[in-house]
């Protein structure tokens, strides 16, 4: 990368695409300080983000205009492999952001995971949390959550306007996981190990989640006295158009996206992962469906008993993985050999995540698990998830794209991401260490399960959304169009996981159209980008260096679907 020149205000003017997309990452960091805080671009950032109409608008005028500079770079430069990626990357993610915009998706946004209030309160999890400082910062951004939450009610009353509204089910969801948040006092819990650590801060502590838990109070009050009576009869489902504008935002998935292409794919990968569990099922219990297998597990397989006991336990099996990998299968550099396996918050949504290291990795990357109030955790369904959600999944990409990003650029290396490329590598990675032999047969019924999961969700997904038919081999609903009762059912019977989490599922895929489908999609992107190349080192007498293409492929930085195949057949 050329190092630009300096303009009248000490900034660099961009003369590459790497370093528009850097300058753009900066740019964003000082309008949303979600994204300074998840980077760890300013240590003691007290701002909390603005949701209103005109902070979404400013990002968007932010987007518009590094595209402008973007036409202006590009007729004027003739650029190599990386800096020609990178153009590519911000031309598409940039674009459908601003389609997303002009759609006014934000003002109406709302699900279980990942919306504004989940952002809001997810802050506090990636702050630093060492010293008096930092701890009387999160005093004062906790402080100002009634402005962040304030400015979502000024979307959402906006989008009102417009007659933009979120679902009914959306709502009532959003305002019961409000009222679990004030329940359990999930601000305090936040501040807790502050207090203990800093007593002189104990009433600035206090005072502030108090406060956000008011400010909590009133976003629930609103949402069920005022906003619900004008949702009342929003379906559910969004409909082909937005569907399609979704899984392209989401998904990383091009002008050319096919939901039913995907939706009759989806289904041949559900009949293939049954055949599969149900001979799995006979090794476990013979005579046994899949479903009663994973009952018979939950009952009497492997279990760990205890919350601390459970965490412990993951963190052991990400430490184990590292050790085992590194320099056979990938080469594992020291910032990204720690790992922290973490409890959710109460009030989360019921599946498990992973977030992302700062970009100095002074906080590494961190694995969730929602507890969903149990004390007892069967491993068969455990196992496989940490491979996703750690080592060799979201935590082996995710920073590395960090320990690389001095190479390509920050914006590759996170805001640019999308999920076809990050969920389609943490799925492969689970098959991964299935072809490696890590799983046993508990453990590989566990991951059967997370994989007929994801193929459940590209049929229900798009087939609630775009009112599919079910087909007709079907064993629920053949000849009928997918509602959420049907979905509901369709899941719980091919799938092991509890009755709470399919639910949870199931509102967040109405809600959050598109992403669901990212996992399967993805993963089939990575598998066709190995085999491509595999065949390539074939063609040339070459033996297939898998450690070689990992590595690779971790260090391109972020793509498009459209885009990773491509790139990934030529490593």
Not at 277 to 291: F, N, R, T
Not at 411 to 430: I, K, R
Not at 439 to 450: I, P, S
Request: aromatic share 8%; net charge negative; with cysteine.
């Amino acid at each position: 990368m050329s190092e630009g020149t300096l303009t009248e205000s000490g900034r660099v003017d961009p003369t590459t695409p790497r370093e528009l997309a850097d300058a753009y990452v900066h740019d964003l960091a000082d309008l949303d300080p979600s994204v300074s805080t998840a980077l760890g671009l300013a240590t003691h950032d007290d701002r909390v983000p603005d949701y209103s109409p005109a902070g979404r608008q400013a990002l968007a005028d932010l987007a518009s205009a590094t595209l402008d500079r973007l036409d202006d770079l590009e007729s004027s430069g003739d650029w190599d492999a990386p800096e020609t990626r990178c153009a590519r990357l911000m031309r598409d993610r940039l674009g459908v952001e601003l389609e997303m915009h002009r759609a006014g998706e934000h003002l109406r946004e709302m699900r279980n995971i990942f919306a504004p209030p989940q952002q809001v309160r997810q802050l506090f999890s990636l702050m630093p949390t060492d010293t008096e400082q930092d701890w009387a910062c999160i005093a004062r951004r906790m402080a100002s959550v009634d402005q962040a939450l304030l400015s979502y009610i000024a979307a959402l009353e906006e989008g009102s306007a417009q007659g933009l509204f979120a679902a009914p089910l959306q709502v009532r969801t959003m305002a019961d996981q409000l009222g679990e948040w004030i329940d359990t006092q999930s601000f305090h819990d936040l501040v807790t190990a502050g207090i203990s650590a800093h007593p002189n801060l104990e009433q600035q502590l206090s005072d502030a989640a108090d406060h956000a838990t008011k400010a909590t109070g009133a976003l629930r009050d609103y949402l069920v006295a005022t906003y619900l009576k004008g949702a009342e009869g929003t379906p559910d489902a969004v409909g082909a158009e937005r569907y399609r504008l979704n899984a392209r935002y989401w998904v990383g998935a091009g002008q050319d996206f096919d939901p039913e292409e995907a939706y009759a794919w989806g289904w041949q990968e559900f009949l293939r992962l049954r055949g599969q569990m149900e001979e799995v099922a006979e090794q476990i219990l013979p005579g046994s469906s899949p479903a009663e297998a994973m009952r018979h597990l939950d009952e009497h397989g492997q279990a760990v008993e205890g919350v601390e006991a459970i965490r412990e336990r993951l963190q052991q099996m990400m430490d184990q993985a590292i050790a085992d990998l590194n320099g056979e299968h990938f080469d594992i550099a020291p910032p990204l050999q720690t790992v922290r396996a973490m409890i959710a918050p109460t009030g989360s949504a019921a599946a498990p995540y992973y977030s992302r290291p700062s970009m100095d990795f002074s906080r590494p990357g961190q694995t969730w698990l929602p507890t969903l109030g149990e004390t007892r955790f069967p491993l068969y369904d455990l196992v496989s998830t940490w491979y996703h959600e750690g080592v060799p999944g979201h935590h082996l990409q995710l920073a590395q794209w960090v320990y690389v990003a001095p190479q390509l650029s920050t914006y590759q290396c996170t805001v640019g991401s999308s999920s076809g490329a990050t969920e389609g590598w943490a799925l492969y990675a689970e098959r991964l260490m299935d072809e490696l032999g890590y799983l046993d047969t508990e453990a590989r019924m566990g991951y059967l399960d997370c994989q007929i999961m994801r193929a459940i969700r590209v049929v229900i997904d798009i087939g609630m959304h775009l009112d599919m038919v079910i087909p007709d081999d079907s064993p629920i609903g053949a000849g009928r169009t997918w509602t959420p009762e049907l979905a509901k059912e369709f899941f719980a019977a091919h799938c092991g996981r509890p009755a709470d989490f399919i639910a949870s599922e199931i509102v967040r895929y109405l809600g959050w159209p598109g992403q669901a489908i990212s996992y399967k999609l993805g993963e089939r992107a990575w598998l066709a980008g190995r085999s491509a190349a595999q065949a390539a080192a074939a063609d040339r007498g070459e033996d297939f260096d898998l450690k070689a293409w990992h590595m690779s492929a971790l260090s391109l930085g972020a793509l498009g679907l459209d885009d990773l195949t491509a790139e990934l057949s030529r490593l």
